[in-house]
């Protein structure tokens, strides 16, 4: 999964530059059905903004992306390789390919209590990746000096403020040197004054040239960073295009009715 020696580094984009293209994902729980035909294309460089109400499916979307929830129906390909068809029983190693093309981002940052901040940030190159511990460690300190948090390596989760966990997060996706970053509401948790740090993060790792995708209720950051907004409601896209057009001049009802409802609440 590496693509260059420098950590900090996005994966560099390629001729023809699609990352991802999935078709038709379904999704039931039980009863529910949560993904009721999902199509969405990612080109490298690319940051997709998912919004839309709760139990809308996008948390759904970014896992089964990732791998971690395996689609009823529907196809996904990667890098331009063969499609994965969920309508079949999927391999092992398809659902491990996606994994290792991905990394996610957590509303509750997800951190080994346990560890310090370095070791949570090397525990997947080093026991997963299999990356010689020196230069996990050297990478690992990089990217914390690039949030700044690089004299917090020895701190504990707990001694953190939600915020730096948060980026602690972030590092530890990046750490693992994926071509895609996927973010789960990642300032949900947060208090509100602790929101912006974890933006501009995120915000910058955007203009490097991360290829992302994101589900948030930070609109005023979708319209400033997404390249692509899909509007999602029921489990189907409603709508998609550029955050200019969704925002200001969206072409739906259902669009309309719910960012009034988030932007002007009290109209």
Same mark, same amino acid.
């Given at each position: 999964?590496?693509?260059?020696?420098?950590?900090?580094?996005?994966?560099?984009?390629?001729?023809?530059?699609?990352?991802?293209?999935?078709?038709?994902?379904?999704?039931?729980? /039980?009863?529910?059905?949560?993904?009721? !035909? $999902?199509?969405?294309? #990612?080109?490298?460089?690319?940051? &997709?903004? *998912?919004?839309?109400?709760?139990?809308?499916?996008?948390?759904?979307?970014?896992?089964?992306?990732?791998?971690?929830?395996?689609?009823?129906?529907?196809?996904?390909?990667?890098?331009?390789?063969?499609?994965?068809?969920?309508?079949?029983?999927?391999?092992?190693?398809?659902?491990?390919?996606?994994?290792?093309?991905?990394?996610?981002?957590?509303?509750?940052?997800?951190?080994?209590?346990?560890?310090?901040?370095?070791?949570?940030?090397?525990?997947?190159?080093?026991?997963?990746?299999?990356?010689?511990?020196?230069?996990?460690?050297?990478?690992?300190?990089?990217?914390?000096?690039?949030?700044?948090?690089?004299?917090?390596?020895?701190?504990?989760?707990?001694?953190?403020? /939600?915020?730096?966990?948060?980026?602690? !997060? $972030?590092?530890?996706? #990046?750490?693992?040197?994926?071509? &895609?970053? *996927?973010?789960?509401?990642?300032?949900?948790?947060?208090?509100?004054?602790?929101?912006?740090?974890?933006?501009?993060?995120?915000?910058?790792?955007?203009?490097?040239?991360?290829?992302?995708?994101?589900?948030?209720?930070?609109?005023?950051?979708?319209?400033?960073?997404?390249?692509?907004?899909?509007?999602?409601?029921?489990?189907?896209?409603?709508?998609?295009?550029?955050?200019?057009?969704?925002?200001?001049?969206?072409?739906?009802?259902?669009?309309?009715?719910?960012?009034?409802?988030?932007?002007?609440?009290?109209?």
């Amino acid at each position: 999964m590496s693509h260059t020696d420098d950590p900090l580094a996005p994966p560099p984009v390629t001729d023809g530059g699609e990352l991802l293209a999935a078709q038709g994902i379904r999704k039931s729980f /039980g009863d529910t059905e949560v993904l009721r !035909g $999902i199509d969405l294309e #990612l080109t490298r460089g690319e940051v &997709l903004v *998912l919004i839309g109400p709760s139990g809308s499916g996008k948390t759904t979307v970014l896992r089964a992306l990732n791998g971690l929830e395996t689609p009823d129906a529907g196809t996904i390909r990667v890098d331009g390789g063969p499609s994965i068809d969920f309508s079949a029983p999927v391999k092992k190693a398809d659902r491990s390919a996606l994994r290792d093309r991905s990394a996610m981002v957590f509303q509750q940052h997800n951190l080994f209590p346990h560890k310090t901040v370095l070791e949570n940030v090397i525990e997947g190159p080093v026991q997963v990746q299999r990356v010689p511990k020196g230069q996990a460690v050297a990478e690992a300190l990089a990217l914390l000096e690039r949030v700044g948090l690089a004299e917090k390596r020895d701190a504990y989760p707990h001694e953190l403020s /939600g915020g730096q966990q948060q980026r602690v !997060g $972030i590092v530890r996706a #990046l750490a693992l040197k994926p071509d &895609l970053l *996927l973010f789960d509401e990642p300032t949900s948790a947060l208090d509100p004054e602790l929101v912006g740090e974890v933006l501009t993060v995120i915000k910058e790792l955007a203009e490097e040239g991360w290829t992302m995708v994101l589900v948030t209720h930070e609109l005023a950051f979708a319209r400033q960073a997404a390249d692509v907004v899909l509007f999602l409601d029921h489990g189907v896209v409603v709508e998609r295009g550029h955050p200019a057009q969704i925002f200001t001049t969206p072409r739906e009802e259902r669009t309309k009715k719910f960012l009034d409802r988030i932007l002007r609440p009290f109209d």
